[in-house]
């Protein structure tokens, strides 16, 4: 007797037929529609969660790289003659020279830096100051190519640039004077008194991080180095290299072109906690959806069985005809594999145009919200992000088909081991 190929068009047929049956026919569609919906919502939320993850952590190592050195040189600390520990770079043009010359780094930017207070009529804010030379801020991604900057970088030189948060916290914008007030200003015999000087918002930049906005002010170099009493020094520099994500493998040729008295810090090394911290959540979230997805697909297992009961005189009738065992257990598969691939396709597109339109979405729920669905001070960016990865999509495919595919079997092997005679006894 002639085998006949697996899947066979009339395995199809008839698989198309119990899948459509209405109810007094003895179909399950009730059923075979829960299991669908519940595929679809579960592969839906999988997506869209996997896809806000990747794109939140983009978003926030986008604003570390784009507005923060991917490394900073400093120095070790030494007593000097006054006795205070002089952690300055002296000779900080060459040293900038040298660690420049590493393969791989593309600017080095010598840096005042300092916490000082802010102050505009009766508003205070405390703010870090960065002196850097106009150049070298020219090239800050995150600050000269703001989307929401405001004034004339090119007038750097002639007064001050602001976070956008310290603006806002001051009340001031682009013209405005500020003044800035140094503990640590002018020596005199009388001990040091502190400086105070003011200085016009030529620019004010939005970095797209909260912290960063919130507290960062720039100051030309020279005029950093006049008011925090730095003539001729540096605190640190500022380095950027072609592959941020590859910076632990630079740290070496970095730490021996900073010198014996130099260090490193590494973006890796002030954000690495976080981020793995969010590589931990990602993967408690996956498992913790696949759950989901798996109770989704033992729907399609209750289906099956309710279809293989009713279906049992069919059964026994087919295999009189000389069906085989193989044949019946590819009948009630497709059956079960058909639900699970078509709620796994309407999954995979709710979750895509979920990414796609999450601007819109989320505006409209934060509409709903008073404003109050994301808090950038907690989170850190101001809207919620999404990225799209053929990784993240690809695995909730396998994930969605494997398990359906998988609690389908048992069903479908329950009805081809179905004795005829024992489902033909009673008719």
Request: one cysteine or more.
């Amino acid at each position: 007797m002639a085998r006949t190929a697996p899947f066979a068009p009339f395995e199809w047929m008839i698989a198309w037929r119990y899948l459509r049956a209405r109810r007094a026919e003895g179909g399950v569609s009730v059923m075979t529609w829960i299991s669908l919906i519940g595929i679809t919502v579960a592969v839906f939320a999988l997506i869209a969660t996997l896809s806000v993850r990747s794109g939140f952590r983009a978003e926030f190592v986008d604003t570390i790289l784009g507005a923060n050195a991917h490394v900073t040189v400093y120095q070790l600390g030494e007593v000097a003659p006054n006795g205070q520990i002089d952690r300055t770079i002296a000779d900080y043009e060459a040293l900038a020279a040298q660690v420049a010359a590493v393969p791989g780094v593309t600017r080095v930017a010598p840096l005042v830096r300092q916490q000082v207070m802010a102050n505009n009529r009766q508003s205070n804010a405390g703010v870090e100051v960065y002196g850097i030379a106009p150049e070298n801020l020219k090239t800050i991604p995150r600050i000269a190519s703001s989307d929401q900057a405001q004034g004339d970088i090119d007038r750097f030189e002639e007064g001050i640039a602001l976070g956008i948060g310290v603006a806002r916290s001051l009340g001031v914008n682009v013209g405005d004077r500020i003044k800035l007030i140094s503990p640590n200003g002018v020596k005199t015999a009388f001990g040091t008194s502190p400086r105070v000087n003011a200085y016009e918002v030529v620019y004010i930049f939005a970095a797209g991080r909260y912290d960063i906005d919130r507290t960062r002010v720039y100051l030309p170099l020279a005029e950093a180095q006049s008011f925090f009493n730095r003539e001729g020094v540096a605190d640190e520099l500022e380095v950027m290299v072609e592959e941020p994500e590859r910076v632990d493998e630079m740290a070496l040729p970095l730490l021996q072109a900073a010198g014996e008295r130099g260090q490193i810090w590494t973006w890796r090394d002030a954000s690495g906690a976080f981020l793995n911290a969010l590589d931990i959540e990602d993967r408690v979230m996956f498992v913790i959806l696949s759950v989901l997805v798996l109770i989704a697909a033992m729907n399609i297992v209750s289906g099956l069985i309710m279809l293989v009961k009713n279906k049992g005189r069919d059964i026994g009738i087919l295999r009189t005809m000389g069906l085989t065992e193989g044949s019946i257990l590819r009948v009630f598969f497709i059956c079960g594999a058909f639900t699970g691939i078509i709620g796994t396709a309407m999954g995979v597109i709710l979750g895509c145009l979920f990414a796609i339109y999450v601007d819109q979405i989320f505006g409209f729920v934060n509409y709903l919200s008073g404003g109050t669905a994301w808090d950038a001070s907690i989170r850190g960016i101001y809207f919620l992000p999404a990225e799209l990865n053929l990784k993240d999509v690809l695995s909730a495919v396998a994930l969605s088909l494997g398990l359906s595919f998988i609690v389908t079997i048992f069903p479908a092997r329950r009805a081809a081991r179905m004795n005829p005679v024992e489902a033909l006894r009673y008719e």
